[in-house]
Protein backbone atom coordinates (compact mmCIF):
# COMPACT_ATOMS: atom_id res chain seq x y z
CA UNK A 1 0.00 0.00 0.00
CA UNK A 2 1.37 3.59 -0.54
CA UNK A 3 2.34 5.56 2.15
CA UNK A 4 -0.61 7.71 4.23
CA UNK A 5 1.91 10.66 4.79
CA UNK A 6 4.24 12.78 2.76
CA UNK A 7 6.97 15.00 4.37
CA UNK A 8 8.82 17.70 2.76
CA UNK A 9 12.04 18.68 4.20
CA UNK A 10 13.51 22.49 3.31
CA UNK A 11 16.47 23.53 5.12
CA UNK A 12 15.25 27.07 4.28
CA UNK A 13 16.75 28.80 7.35
CA UNK A 14 18.68 32.00 7.29
CA UNK A 15 20.75 31.57 10.11
CA UNK A 16 22.20 28.74 12.01
CA UNK A 17 21.06 27.51 14.94
CA UNK A 18 23.33 26.53 17.44
CA UNK A 19 21.70 23.75 18.63
CA UNK A 20 20.45 22.74 14.78
CA UNK A 21 22.96 20.15 12.80
CA UNK A 22 20.99 20.56 9.61
CA UNK A 23 22.96 22.90 6.73
CA UNK A 24 21.47 25.75 5.59
CA UNK A 25 20.04 26.54 1.93
CA UNK A 26 22.75 28.90 1.19
CA UNK A 27 23.76 26.75 -1.91
CA UNK A 28 25.72 28.68 -4.06
CA UNK A 29 25.71 26.37 -7.23
CA UNK A 30 22.34 28.24 -8.44
CA UNK A 31 21.13 28.95 -4.99
CA UNK A 32 17.38 28.00 -4.16
CA UNK A 33 16.04 28.36 -7.62
CA UNK A 34 18.47 24.77 -8.19
CA UNK A 35 17.38 23.44 -4.91
CA UNK A 36 13.55 23.87 -5.70
CA UNK A 37 14.04 21.84 -9.06
CA UNK A 38 15.75 19.09 -7.80
CA UNK A 39 13.18 18.94 -5.28
CA UNK A 40 10.51 19.32 -7.89
CA UNK A 41 12.32 16.44 -10.12
CA UNK A 42 12.54 13.93 -7.01
CA UNK A 43 8.76 14.82 -6.10
CA UNK A 44 7.93 13.18 -9.80
CA UNK A 45 10.16 10.42 -9.45
CA UNK A 46 9.07 9.23 -6.20
CA UNK A 47 5.60 10.54 -5.37
CA UNK A 48 4.31 10.78 -9.05
CA UNK A 49 0.28 10.31 -8.34
CA UNK A 50 0.61 10.08 -4.44
CA UNK A 51 -2.72 10.82 -2.46
CA UNK A 52 -1.11 11.09 1.11
CA UNK A 53 -3.88 11.99 3.67
CA UNK A 54 -1.20 14.07 5.55
CA UNK A 55 1.32 16.50 4.45
CA UNK A 56 4.43 18.02 7.10
CA UNK A 57 6.74 20.34 5.31
CA UNK A 58 9.73 21.30 7.56
CA UNK A 59 13.09 20.60 8.24
CA UNK A 60 14.07 23.92 8.11
CA UNK A 61 11.78 27.26 7.67
CA UNK A 62 9.64 27.17 4.49
CA UNK A 63 8.22 30.35 5.25
CA UNK A 64 11.43 32.41 4.58
CA UNK A 65 11.46 31.79 0.61
CA UNK A 66 10.01 34.70 -1.31
CA UNK A 67 6.11 34.73 -2.46
CA UNK A 68 7.69 33.88 -6.25
CA UNK A 69 9.56 30.47 -4.91
CA UNK A 70 6.80 29.68 -3.09
CA UNK A 71 4.49 29.82 -5.86
CA UNK A 72 7.04 27.34 -7.97
CA UNK A 73 7.76 24.72 -4.77
CA UNK A 74 3.62 24.77 -4.91
CA UNK A 75 3.31 23.78 -8.31
CA UNK A 76 5.59 21.57 -8.35
CA UNK A 77 3.45 19.86 -5.59
CA UNK A 78 0.50 20.37 -6.78
CA UNK A 79 1.42 19.10 -10.43
CA UNK A 80 2.88 15.77 -8.82
CA UNK A 81 0.44 14.87 -6.00
CA UNK A 82 -3.23 14.41 -5.58
CA UNK A 83 -4.26 16.96 -2.66
CA UNK A 84 -7.96 16.77 -2.58
CA UNK A 85 -7.99 13.89 -0.11
CA UNK A 86 -5.58 15.85 2.27
CA UNK A 87 -6.95 16.13 5.78
CA UNK A 88 -4.24 17.79 7.28
CA UNK A 89 -1.22 19.90 6.10
CA UNK A 90 1.12 21.42 8.19
CA UNK A 91 3.63 23.81 7.87
CA UNK A 92 6.50 25.14 9.83
CA UNK A 93 7.59 28.68 9.98
CA UNK A 94 10.09 31.21 11.79
CA UNK A 95 7.67 33.76 13.96
CA UNK A 96 10.65 36.48 13.23
CA UNK A 97 10.25 36.27 9.19
CA UNK A 98 6.31 35.20 8.48
CA UNK A 99 4.80 37.22 5.96
CA UNK A 100 1.06 37.34 5.19
CA UNK A 101 1.44 37.09 1.78
CA UNK A 102 3.78 33.98 1.60
CA UNK A 103 0.83 32.26 4.84
CA UNK A 104 -2.22 33.39 1.90
CA UNK A 105 0.10 31.38 -0.78
CA UNK A 106 0.19 28.24 1.65
CA UNK A 107 -3.34 28.75 2.33
CA UNK A 108 -4.69 28.60 -1.07
CA UNK A 109 -2.63 25.57 -1.86
CA UNK A 110 -4.57 23.71 1.00
CA UNK A 111 -2.43 24.08 4.35
CA UNK A 112 -4.40 23.48 7.18
CA UNK A 113 -1.80 23.65 10.28
CA UNK A 114 0.70 26.32 11.06
CA UNK A 115 3.83 25.29 13.27
CA UNK A 116 5.93 28.15 15.03
CA UNK A 117 9.20 27.54 16.61
CA UNK A 118 8.34 30.15 19.30
CA UNK A 119 10.98 28.34 21.57
CA UNK A 120 10.85 30.96 24.60
CA UNK A 121 9.29 34.37 25.20
CA UNK A 122 12.06 35.27 27.53
CA UNK A 123 14.32 37.51 25.89
CA UNK A 124 18.05 36.32 27.13
CA UNK A 125 17.00 32.63 26.71
CA UNK A 126 16.08 32.96 23.34
CA UNK A 127 19.33 34.60 22.80
CA UNK A 128 20.86 31.83 24.36
CA UNK A 129 19.19 30.02 21.97
CA UNK A 130 20.26 32.21 18.97
CA UNK A 131 16.90 33.06 17.91
CA UNK A 132 16.39 36.23 16.22
CA UNK A 133 13.04 36.41 16.91
CA UNK A 134 11.04 38.28 20.15
CA UNK A 135 7.79 36.84 22.32
CA UNK A 136 5.39 39.93 20.41
CA UNK A 137 6.93 38.16 17.11
CA UNK A 138 4.95 35.01 17.48
CA UNK A 139 2.01 36.83 19.15
CA UNK A 140 2.26 38.25 15.65
CA UNK A 141 2.57 35.06 13.68
CA UNK A 142 -0.04 34.04 15.28
CA UNK A 143 -2.50 36.43 14.39
CA UNK A 144 -1.32 36.29 11.25
CA UNK A 145 -1.89 32.43 10.96
CA UNK A 146 -5.49 33.19 12.08
CA UNK A 147 -5.95 35.94 9.76
CA UNK A 148 -4.62 33.31 7.08
CA UNK A 149 -7.54 31.33 7.80
CA UNK A 150 -5.30 28.57 9.10
CA UNK A 151 -7.49 25.95 11.06
CA UNK A 152 -4.85 24.88 13.62
CA UNK A 153 -1.87 26.73 15.21
CA UNK A 154 1.49 24.92 16.82
CA UNK A 155 3.98 26.55 19.06
CA UNK A 156 6.86 24.94 20.01
CA UNK A 157 8.90 25.39 23.10
CA UNK A 158 12.45 24.20 24.20
CA UNK A 159 12.77 23.97 27.79
CA UNK A 160 15.95 23.00 29.99
CA UNK A 161 17.78 25.55 28.80
CA UNK A 162 21.40 26.23 30.47
CA UNK A 163 19.92 28.25 33.59
CA UNK A 164 16.61 27.49 33.66
CA UNK A 165 14.14 26.57 36.03
CA UNK A 166 11.23 24.70 36.34
CA UNK A 167 9.43 28.32 37.52
CA UNK A 168 10.35 29.83 34.14
CA UNK A 169 9.68 26.75 32.19
CA UNK A 170 5.88 27.26 33.44
CA UNK A 171 6.08 31.00 32.97
CA UNK A 172 6.86 29.83 29.61
CA UNK A 173 4.21 27.57 28.71
CA UNK A 174 1.88 30.23 30.63
CA UNK A 175 2.69 32.42 28.31
CA UNK A 176 2.19 30.31 25.10
CA UNK A 177 -0.98 29.14 26.64
CA UNK A 178 -2.34 33.05 26.11
CA UNK A 179 -2.25 32.94 23.26
CA UNK A 180 -5.13 30.33 22.30
CA UNK A 181 -2.82 27.79 20.48
CA UNK A 182 -4.29 24.79 19.31
CA UNK A 183 -1.32 22.09 20.14
CA UNK A 184 2.04 22.90 21.77
CA UNK A 185 5.35 21.08 21.93
CA UNK A 186 7.74 20.61 24.59
CA UNK A 187 11.24 19.73 24.10
CA UNK A 188 14.46 19.90 26.37
CA UNK A 189 17.11 21.18 24.61
CA UNK A 190 19.01 18.58 22.51
CA UNK A 191 22.67 19.15 21.50
CA UNK A 192 23.61 17.66 17.82
CA UNK A 193 26.92 16.24 16.92
CA UNK A 194 29.04 19.39 14.91
CA UNK A 195 26.91 21.84 15.64
CA UNK A 196 28.07 25.39 18.01
CA UNK A 197 26.03 24.02 20.65
CA UNK A 198 28.23 20.60 20.23
CA UNK A 199 31.50 22.31 20.79
CA UNK A 200 30.65 24.43 23.59
CA UNK A 201 29.22 21.55 25.48
CA UNK A 202 32.98 19.89 24.70
CA UNK A 203 34.17 22.80 26.13
CA UNK A 204 32.45 22.91 29.34
CA UNK A 205 30.66 26.18 28.40
CA UNK A 206 27.48 24.77 28.22
CA UNK A 207 26.58 22.51 30.71
CA UNK A 208 24.12 19.52 30.13
CA UNK A 209 20.67 19.97 32.62
CA UNK A 210 20.92 17.34 34.86
CA UNK A 211 17.72 14.38 34.40
CA UNK A 212 15.92 15.14 37.26
CA UNK A 213 15.72 19.08 36.58
CA UNK A 214 14.59 18.08 32.80
CA UNK A 215 11.50 16.26 34.55
CA UNK A 216 10.95 19.14 36.63
CA UNK A 217 10.79 21.45 33.90
CA UNK A 218 8.87 19.41 31.55
CA UNK A 219 6.88 18.72 34.27
CA UNK A 220 5.92 22.23 35.31
CA UNK A 221 4.98 23.15 31.55
CA UNK A 222 2.60 20.56 31.15
CA UNK A 223 0.78 21.55 34.16
CA UNK A 224 0.80 25.01 33.18
CA UNK A 225 -0.51 24.44 30.05
CA UNK A 226 -2.88 21.66 31.43
CA UNK A 227 -4.76 24.53 32.84
CA UNK A 228 -5.51 26.13 29.33
CA UNK A 229 -6.63 22.69 28.72
CA UNK A 230 -3.79 21.34 26.31
CA UNK A 231 -3.33 17.89 27.42
CA UNK A 232 -0.31 15.41 26.76
CA UNK A 233 -0.88 12.82 24.27
CA UNK A 234 2.58 12.15 23.53
CA UNK A 235 6.03 12.34 25.50
CA UNK A 236 6.35 15.58 24.17
CA UNK A 237 3.37 17.03 22.27
CA UNK A 238 0.53 18.21 23.98
CA UNK A 239 -3.32 19.80 22.30
CA UNK A 240 -6.81 20.47 22.56
CA UNK A 241 -9.23 17.69 22.52
CA UNK A 242 -9.36 16.91 18.69
CA UNK A 243 -6.45 18.82 17.85
CA UNK A 244 -3.80 16.41 18.28
CA UNK A 245 -1.39 16.16 15.06
CA UNK A 246 -2.26 13.14 13.02
CA UNK A 247 0.81 13.12 10.23
CA UNK A 248 2.29 12.53 14.23
CA UNK A 249 0.00 9.91 15.49
CA UNK A 250 0.46 7.88 11.96
CA UNK A 251 4.08 8.06 12.46
CA UNK A 252 4.21 6.87 16.22
CA UNK A 253 1.76 4.45 15.47
CA UNK A 254 4.09 3.04 12.86
CA UNK A 255 2.37 4.08 9.69
CA UNK A 256 4.33 4.24 6.86
CA UNK A 257 5.51 7.94 5.10
CA UNK A 258 7.53 9.38 1.78
CA UNK A 259 10.13 11.98 2.56
CA UNK A 260 11.67 14.30 -0.20
CA UNK A 261 14.12 16.74 -0.27
CA UNK A 262 17.30 17.40 1.66
CA UNK A 263 18.04 15.15 4.86
CA UNK A 264 14.62 13.41 4.38
CA UNK A 265 13.63 10.11 5.96
CA UNK A 266 10.85 7.62 4.53
CA UNK A 267 9.89 4.21 6.14
CA UNK A 268 7.94 2.42 3.25
CA UNK A 269 7.52 -1.35 2.66
CA UNK A 270 9.25 -2.21 5.75
CA UNK A 271 12.49 -0.34 4.29
CA UNK A 272 13.94 2.83 6.09
CA UNK A 273 15.80 5.31 3.82
CA UNK A 274 17.63 8.68 4.27
CA UNK A 275 18.72 11.15 2.13
CA UNK A 276 21.46 12.91 1.30
CA UNK A 277 22.10 15.78 3.63
CA UNK A 278 24.56 17.76 1.88
CA UNK A 279 22.24 20.35 -0.20
CA UNK A 280 25.22 20.25 -2.97
CA UNK A 281 25.13 16.66 -3.03
CA UNK A 282 21.61 16.31 -2.67
CA UNK A 283 21.18 18.87 -5.93
CA UNK A 284 23.99 17.35 -7.86
CA UNK A 285 22.60 13.69 -7.66
CA UNK A 286 19.33 14.86 -8.68
CA UNK A 287 20.69 16.57 -11.72
CA UNK A 288 22.68 13.70 -12.74
CA UNK A 289 19.54 10.88 -12.93
CA UNK A 290 21.03 9.33 -9.07
CA UNK A 291 18.79 8.52 -6.60
CA UNK A 292 19.81 11.25 -3.94
CA UNK A 293 19.59 8.50 -1.20
CA UNK A 294 22.23 8.25 1.75
CA UNK A 295 21.53 5.13 3.44
CA UNK A 296 18.84 2.39 3.14
CA UNK A 297 18.10 -0.39 5.31
CA UNK A 298 15.38 -3.50 5.19
CA UNK A 299 13.83 -3.83 8.97
CA UNK A 300 13.22 -7.62 10.15
CA UNK A 301 9.94 -8.17 11.12
CA UNK A 302 11.29 -8.73 14.84
CA UNK A 303 13.28 -5.03 14.65
CA UNK A 304 9.94 -3.52 13.14
CA UNK A 305 7.45 -4.72 16.12
CA UNK A 306 10.10 -3.21 18.61
CA UNK A 307 9.90 -0.47 16.92
CA UNK A 308 6.42 0.25 16.66
CA UNK A 309 6.15 -0.55 20.58
CA UNK A 310 8.74 1.60 21.44
CA UNK A 311 6.91 4.55 19.58
CA UNK A 312 3.66 3.70 20.64
CA UNK A 313 5.02 3.86 24.44
CA UNK A 314 5.46 7.73 23.73
CA UNK A 315 1.42 7.68 23.23
CA UNK A 316 -0.47 8.26 26.03
CA UNK A 317 -3.07 6.20 24.98
CA UNK A 318 -0.62 3.57 23.99
CA UNK A 319 -0.33 0.35 20.98
CA UNK A 320 -2.23 -2.44 20.33
CA UNK A 321 -0.20 -5.65 20.11
CA UNK A 322 -2.73 -6.81 17.66
CA UNK A 323 -2.03 -3.82 15.55
CA UNK A 324 1.97 -4.25 15.56
CA UNK A 325 1.52 -8.20 15.24
CA UNK A 326 -0.22 -7.34 11.75
CA UNK A 327 1.93 -4.98 10.52
CA UNK A 328 5.03 -6.37 11.51
CA UNK A 329 3.75 -10.05 10.52
CA UNK A 330 5.08 -10.90 14.03
CA UNK A 331 3.51 -12.45 17.41
CA UNK A 332 4.22 -9.50 19.16
CA UNK A 333 3.14 -9.93 22.45
CA UNK A 334 5.05 -13.27 22.77
CA UNK A 335 8.29 -11.19 21.17
CA UNK A 336 7.65 -8.23 23.24
CA UNK A 337 6.45 -9.98 26.69
CA UNK A 338 10.00 -9.96 28.83
CA UNK A 339 10.37 -5.95 27.94
CA UNK A 340 6.81 -5.65 28.63
CA UNK A 341 6.68 -7.42 32.40
CA UNK A 342 9.92 -5.79 32.91
CA UNK A 343 8.41 -2.34 32.14
CA UNK A 344 5.33 -2.82 34.47
CA UNK A 345 7.29 -4.18 37.49
CA UNK A 346 8.58 -0.79 37.50
CA UNK A 347 5.89 1.22 36.87
CA UNK A 348 6.45 2.57 33.68
CA UNK A 349 4.14 1.21 31.42
CA UNK A 350 0.48 -0.76 31.80
CA UNK A 351 0.33 -4.44 30.12
CA UNK A 352 -3.93 -5.38 29.88
CA UNK A 353 -4.85 -7.01 27.13
CA UNK A 354 -3.89 -6.36 23.80
CA UNK A 355 -3.50 -2.55 25.04
CA UNK A 356 0.04 -1.46 26.28
CA UNK A 357 0.32 1.89 27.50
CA UNK A 358 2.62 4.32 29.51
CA UNK A 359 1.85 5.38 32.67
CA UNK A 360 2.13 9.30 34.09
CA UNK A 361 6.00 7.85 35.26
CA UNK A 362 6.65 6.44 32.02
CA UNK A 363 5.81 9.23 30.10
CA UNK A 364 8.78 10.79 31.96
CA UNK A 365 10.67 7.73 31.47
CA UNK A 366 10.39 7.48 27.39
CA UNK A 367 13.90 7.09 26.24
CA UNK A 368 14.88 4.12 28.68
CA UNK A 369 11.70 2.18 28.02
CA UNK A 370 12.54 2.98 24.31
CA UNK A 371 16.11 0.98 25.44
CA UNK A 372 14.22 -1.79 27.34
CA UNK A 373 11.89 -2.48 24.25
CA UNK A 374 14.59 -2.33 21.68
CA UNK A 375 16.80 -4.61 24.02
CA UNK A 376 17.69 -8.24 22.51
CA UNK A 377 18.60 -8.94 26.04
CA UNK A 378 17.37 -9.63 29.65
CA UNK A 379 14.75 -7.31 31.66
CA UNK A 380 16.76 -4.61 33.47
CA UNK A 381 14.97 -2.13 35.83
CA UNK A 382 14.19 1.99 34.81
CA UNK A 383 14.61 4.02 37.22
CA UNK A 384 13.67 7.32 37.56
Not at 204 to 232: D, I, N, T
Request: proline content about 5%.
Amino acid sequence: MPPDALYIHLPFCRSVCPYCDFPVARYRGGGVAAFLAALGEELRHRAGGLAPRWIYVGGGTPTEVSPEETEKLLEAVRGTIRTDGVEEWTVEANPKTLRADVLDLWRGAGATRLSLGAQSFDAARLRRLGRAHRAGDVAAGVDLARRAGFRQVNLDLIVAVPGETAEEAAADARAAASLRPDHVSVYTLTVEEGTPFARLRAEGRLPEAPAESQAAQVLAAREALAEASLLPYEVSNLARPGSECRMNLGYWRGGEYLGVGVGAASHEGGRRRKNLRDVRSYVEAVRAGRDPVAEEEALAPERRAREMAMLGLRLAAGFSLGEVSARAGVDAAELLAPALRALAADGVAAWEGDNVRPTPRGLLLADAAARRVLADGGARRIRS
